[in-house]
Structure formats: structure tokens, C-alpha cells
Nanobody
Framework: QVQLVESGGGLVQAGGSLRLSCAAS????????MGWFRQAPGKEREFVAA????????YYADSVKGRFTISRDNAKNTVYLQMNSLKPEDTAVYYC??????????WGQGTQVTVSP
């Protein structure tokens, strides 16, 4: 069982930056692939970024490639999402998730990111 708690969301102007954190409970964090997803009002949840359990491979949605960076610190049971050059269309609730082989079984409660024009 893994419990996930996101933090770091907020209101930022377009072009600004935010860093989201996702703290995981449990001693098996390092065994899980971790992902960030987001859901904007009236839209379906979409993939943002993912990182393998070892941290050796990362994946990004085309819409955030070059602007967002996912990383993890297994010693701290934490995964991060550094978001730069934010755009109004990045406004959404951001969720972190833990899973294996692209199947995410555990989800956090989400953190709101709002980007003003």
C-alpha cells in the first residue's frame, strides 16, 4: 500500500515556475514507477510525465516537453515536477500516481495549479 500527498500547487503568472512535490508513505516507494497527471475543468485526466522506479528513464507529454522536468529522490520517498514557462493552458489539478509498467494503482488527492495570463 502506498499513500501519496501532493504539494506545491498555487497561482502563478504565465511564464512563471512552480515545483510540485509528491511525498509517498511506505518502504516500497523505490519499487514503483511514478507519474504526474492533470485534469482541467471539463476535460479528461491526461498524462503529463513519468519516471521509472530507478530514475533512469523519463517520459513526457508533447505539450510539456522541454518545459517540465520530473525527478525523484528515493531516499526521501518523493517525486517532483518542476514546471517552467507555465502557460494558462497548464491550469489543472495535478495528481501524482504510483504503479508498475504504466498501470497506476495509487493516486494522490491532487494539487491545484492556476496560471494567469
Amino acid at each position: 500500500q502506498v499513500q501519496l500527498v501532493e504539494s506545491g500547487g498555487g497561482l502563478v503568472q504565465a511564464g512563471g515556475s512552480l515545483r510540485l512535490s509528491c511525498a509517498a508513505s511506505g518502504r516500497t516507494f523505490s519499487r514503483y514507477d511514478m507519474g504526474w497527471f492533470r485534469q482541467a475543468p471539463g476535460k479528461e485526466r491526461e498524462f503529463v510525465a513519468a519516471i521509472r522506479w530507478s530514475g533512469g528513464s523519463t517520459y513526457y507529454a508533447d505539450s510539456v516537453k522541454g518545459r517540465f522536468t520530473i525527478s525523484r529522490d528515493n531516499a526521501k520517498n518523493t517525486v517532483y515536477l518542476q514546471m517552467n514557462s507555465l502557460k494558462p493552458e497548464d491550469t489543472a489539478v495535478y495528481y501524482c500516481a504510483a504503479g508498475v509498467a504504466d498501470t497506476y494503482a495509487y493516486w494522490g488527492q491532487g494539487t491545484q495549479v492556476t496560471v494567469s495570463p
